[in-house]
């Protein structure tokens, strides 16, 4: 059996999920990433996507709009701002997303207009993606 | 000695006031088990978010290009002090002990020449520091209408006191709230926002973490995050301290009625035993003097 790592998925409000995962699939800003045991230590931001843990018996798929991940040999931190689990997720909270996003990159200053607009992109691609 | 009727009814009034606080107590408790699993429940990404700043500040601080947010601007003229208090009374000294700890700290300020502003969170602590400092308020945040404090609250405060460090508004801010210990003890607390205060752990050795993208960047996104998890963390322990606060003090007015309702029973029982001594002695000394 392959190695296992310690994932916890948290938000600010709550402790969303914490278990053994084998891999772990991350929307990475510059990319995205899949995590398993022994990973080199990295800090990394979080895009708007599926995050995706298999663990021993299943897989289990959040929708994150943006956060960080910490990674360290033995376990990795998801640190979001909002995810919800895939199944759970209805067209309002995908709506809210888009629009949050969208009012982001409407309000957004010249520098960091680019990354508001980069999250508006990748919000809208994970709605496309979502399909509801 | 008062009449038995007047002695009556406020025996009569104190046990109402005795059945309200009472009902306030309970209602306290159980609004204080919801408020301490809420902050039990904020408290995981409270803690990786600290330890994620730890790892990254102690790579940023040395730099000479660090962020405002974590090096300050530079100045400490103009200090901003976000006062969290509760939007109801009754919980004993809860909001007085942030007020005092705040009204110290800007007194401190202004006697070393510095400009105090603030930003009251909670009306009670506004009413309080409303007669000093009335000049000096800058915003005024109210959750009366908030049933459950959500870390969107937190965000609104965050961006509200971001956008003005951003306007060169002030220089440094801090954080008065109280954090909950027990339901007899809430420590007022004091909190450095910005610049932010990294807690240093020398047992911990940092690994050597790669950044995507760079330490920069990240940083640039995560001490805003930081400073609303702190925001957050503030206001639900506030939260928790408040219905604490609230229960222990109905808890001694529920006792204290209970008191007065024995001193004012006996006086009562006293009052009504001399009537009737009284009404005795007269019979028999008019049939004495027949």
Do not use: W
């Amino acid at each position: 059996m392959a190695a296992m790592m310690q994932f916890d998925l948290v938000s600010p409000e709550k402790l969303l999920a914490s278990f053994e995962a084998s891999q772990i699939e991350v929307p990475g800003a510059e990319g995205d990433f899949t995590a398993m045991a022994d990973h080199a230590a990295l800090v990394t931001t979080m895009r708007p996507g599926l995050l995706k843990a298999t663990s021993a018996s299943d897989t289990a798929e959040y929708v994150v709009t943006g956060g960080f991940v910490e990674v360290s040999g033995k376990a990795i931190s998801v640190l979001a701002e909002i995810a919800i689990p895939r199944a759970d997720i209805t067209r309002a909270d995908v709506d809210a997303m888009v629009a949050a996003a969208q009012e982001a990159a409407t309000n957004a200053s010249p520098e960091i207009k680019d990354t508001a607009d980069k999250r508006l992109a990748d919000t809208q691609i994970l709605a496309d993606l979502l399909a509801l | 000695m008062a009449n038995l009727k007047d002695l009556k009814t406020r025996i009569q009034s104190v046990k109402n006031t005795r059945k309200i606080t009472k009902a306030m107590q309970m209602v306290a408790a159980a609004k204080l088990r919801r408020a301490q699993e809420a902050a039990e429940a904020g408290r995981p990404y409270a803690d990786r978010m600290a330890e994620v700043m730890r790892n990254l500040a102690h790579a940023a601080a040395g730099a000479d290009d660090a962020p405002v947010l974590l090096a300050g601007n530079g100045k400490d003229d103009v200090h901003l002090l976000i006062v969290a208090t509760s939007e109801r009374g009754l919980c004993g000294g809860f909001n007085s002990s942030i007020v005092r700890r705040a009204r110290a700290h800007a007194q401190r300020l202004v006697a070393n020449g510095k400009t105090v502003k603030m930003l009251t969170v909670g009306k009670k602590g506004r009413e309080q520091l409303r007669r000093e400092y009335e000049q000096d308020m800058v915003a005024h945040v109210d959750l009366t209408e908030v049933k459950r404090v959500g870390y969107v609250n937190a965000q609104g405060i965050a961006k509200d006191v971001l956008a003005r460090f951003a306007a060169g508004e002030f220089d440094v801010a801090t954080i008065f709230f109280s954090t909950f210990q027990s339901v007899m003890a809430q420590e007022p607390t004091t909190l450095q926002l910005i610049p932010a205060t990294v807690e240093e752990d020398p047992e911990k050795e940092a690994p050597f973490y790669e950044f995507e993208p760079d330490e920069e960047e990240i940083l640039a996104e995560l001490l805003p995050a930081a400073m609303t998890t702190q925001i957050f963390t503030a206001l639900l322990e506030n939260g928790a301290s408040e219905q604490g606060a609230r229960m222990s003090a109905m808890d001694s007015a529920t006792r204290n009625a209970g008191d007065m309702i024995d001193r004012l029973t006996i006086e009562y029982n006293r009052s009504r035993q001399a009537a009737i001594t009284n009404e005795l002695i007269e019979i028999i000394s008019g049939a004495e003097a027949l």
